[in-house]
């Protein structure tokens, strides 16, 4: 079954090559392709389009295909093109006319337009809970940790002091402006495009501010080609957004297998967080997070895939625009995952006390001597000279100790002030 079946036969291969993988992608609508026709439904029998009987027998029925839903009891079988197709049918042989009547006023494009704003809605929300339980658990390993010093490198050299305290805060910090970035993407995705129809509006005298209000939408995306418009557009806002979250939890999963390795030795994961090798018995690989950090940097191209499917796109509806969903909705769940299992493993990495007791880590502490020679009177530049011709002789004695107070050091990490901006973002 097709919405625009004219009774003209097509030919079989260019049916499956338009169709593609619609059905099953399809399913993840489902929920919302049903919720966004019971605010139709009901703003038709507003304007008298429908009569009310048929209005709350077309919401009775709709309330129990979301049901069905619910219950893995749905399914697009391949006699229909799309979920659009399927749940009209649904309703059409349960309700009659009444079924038939479901599409008045509306088009595919904007059914579609509905269906992915909603999904893409409830993605987001989703997304910034995971963040902000990540959040909340790498800032209390921060606290526990924030007195074990740790080395810190630039151009993976020895550089200054660091502390594991400072580097989980660090992930944590930034996960905030990940949750920024995912609040522009719900700001973008919250609009109504419901009642654009195929891009340039109904004649009928249909009720936009009716069906915003029902499907709880922020406002109304007003100019019906600006709607139509937003396809595409919000898939790849939200990509950006997503790619933002990917890229901190891929740099974390990096530092999380550098430090395990035996050259770095400076964390341990317990045994259920590792496998093992088929011929080397020592072996505890972190695949946990090399699988993060590759799904992750895979994710991170998506919102250029999108780009090159859309940016050269005129405005009105396009069936490129279809290919959105082979890229968007398997990165969605593959970013869920990650979340969820670096939220599982994050608070059983183990930190190791006493790293800075191994003499090739005395190097950290020139910057801190310098200074000191600094503060006693010398110009900066004596001091530095002084510092590497000690380090040049060999006789460059480490304070292995230092006392940093400005704000977002190592003394001086600031939780408070982070858990604060994280309130104030969410």
Known sequence: MKLWEKGIPTAKQIEHFTVGNDRELD????KYDALGSIAHAKMLGQ??????????????????IIEDVANDKFEIEDSFEDVHS??????????GDAGKKIHTARSRNDQ????????????VKDFKSQVKTLFDLLMESAEKHQ????????????????????????????????????????????????GSAAGYGSSFPINRTFTTHELGFETLKFNSVAAQMSRGKSE???????????????????????????NFDFITLPAHLTTGSSIMPHKKNPDVFELIRGKCNKIQALPYEITLITNNLPSGYHRDLQLLKEGLFPAIQN????????????????????????????????????????????????????????LENGTFQ????????????????????????MSDSY
């Open 335 to 390: 970013l869920k995952a990650c979340l969820d299992i670096a939220i599982f493993s994050i608070k059983d990495i183990k930190v190791k006390d006493n790293i800075l007791a191994d003499k090739k880590y005395d190097y950290l502490f020139t910057v801190d001597t310098l200074n000191e020679m600094v503060v006693a009177g010398m110009p900066f530049r004596d001091a530095y000279k002084a510092v590497a011709e000690q």
């Open 112 to 123: 579609v337009l509905v269906d992915v704003n909603l999904y893409l809605k409830d993605v």
């Open 236 to 262: 790849k806002t939200v990509a950006f957004a997503m790619s933002s979250v990917a890229a901190t939890l891929a740099k974390f999963s990096m530092d999380v297998c550098l430090y395990m390795s035996q």
């Open 47 to 64: 304007i008298g389009l429908l009569t009310a009987e048929e209005t709350d027998s077309l919401v009775l029925a709709l309330e129990e």
């Open 147 to 194: 007195n074990v010093l740790l080395p810190g490198y630039t151009h993976l050299q020895i550089a200054m002091p660091s502390s594991f305290g400072m580097w989980f805060s660090a992930y944590a910090e930034t996960l905030i402006d990940d949750i920024t970035m995912l609040n522009a993407a719900l700001k973008i995705v919250d609009q109504n495009p419901l």
């Open 86 to 95: 399927k749940i009209e049918y649904l309703l059409t042989i349960k309700l």
């Open 27 to 30: 399913l993840v609508l489902a």
């Open 398 to 421: 480490s304070p292995k100790a230092t006392q940093h107070t400005h704000e977002g050091s190592i003394n001086n990490l600031c939780l408070e002030e982070i858990k604060d901006k």
